[in-house]
């Protein structure tokens, strides 16, 4: 178990993981979704090999791997079962200072939305990333690196939001850091995070979208925000305008 929970400590062999799920894929394959070279995706794939959490095939002289489903599902049992055990003893120091000091308020916030769309992840996920179709939706203009650390900056009509990238998969999840320009804005410049997750759904795409870190002062501000644009998404998706 130590040597999973080692594995799973470094992102990208997370998001190799996520890619070989459903599916085997190629080494080659793998490495086309990173900014890394193939060597290193290679030794990225011998630490998840050697730790039990994906197979590999051999089909002539490519590795073909596939994620070990039975090992990630114990491996997710042992941190649940280890969560919640920490949890109980947060929960009880929480009440102690509770009682010590009055209530523990918190001003943070999660918007949650799922819609489906009638078109493709990939459609879906270029609508996301692609400047140029990014402001078909929303915005005035946007200025989009969609890569780990990579710059995100929308423009409106009288305002600007910005922050970064944290995690790109194509045609599978898109994370973003999200916060206004204005001078003192309650949420600056990546002050929260956006995370927008894209699964195949009945011949289209079910999206997720989690929207947290807001103060809770912003939740309804942000969430009439998503209500406007999510439909906006949608109809220039499924190759229809969108509703001003």
């Known amino acids: ?55 590999l095939r051999r089909e002539g002289r490519r590795s073909i791997y596939r994620a070990r489903r039975e090992a990630v599902h114990q491996l997710r049992a042992y941190l649940v079962a280890f969560w919640d055990t920490e949890l109980a003893g947060l929960k009880a120091a929480a009440e102690r200072a509770e009682s010590e000091r009055g209530p523990v308020k918190t001003d943070v916030g999660v918007i949650e939305r799922v819609i489906d769309i009638a078109a493709s992840p990939q459609t879906v996920y270029r609508l996301l990333t692609d400047p140029v179709e990014y402001v078909r939706w929303k915005g005035r203009a946007a200025e989009l690196d969609p890569r780990a650390g990579g710059a995100f900056r929308v423009t409106f009509k009288d305002a600007a939001v910005r922050g970064e990238y944290v995690e790109v998969i194509p045609d599978r999840r898109v994370v973003f850091t999200w916060g206004w320009e204005a001078p003192g804005a309650v949420v600056g410049p990546g002050g929260s995070t956006v995370e927008i997750d894209l699964e195949p759904h009945g011949g289209g795409t079910r999206l997720r979208l989690v929207h947290r870190g807001l103060p809770a002062t912003e939740l309804a501000g942000h969430s009439e925000g998503w209500e406007h644009f999510l439909p906006r998404l949608v109809a220039v998706a499924e190759g229809r305008e969108a509703v001003a």
């Not at 040597?3 to 086309?32: F, H, M, Q, T, Y």
């Open 1 to 55: 178990m130590d040597e999973a929970l080692k594995a799973i400590a470094e992102p990208r062999r997370r998001d190799i993981l996520r890619l070989v799920w459903r599916e085997e894929r190629s080494v080659g394959d793998i490495a086309a979704h990173f900014d890394v070279s193939r060597p290193a995706i290679s030794q990225h794939l011998r630490v998840l090999e050697q730790a039990g959490l994906v197979t």
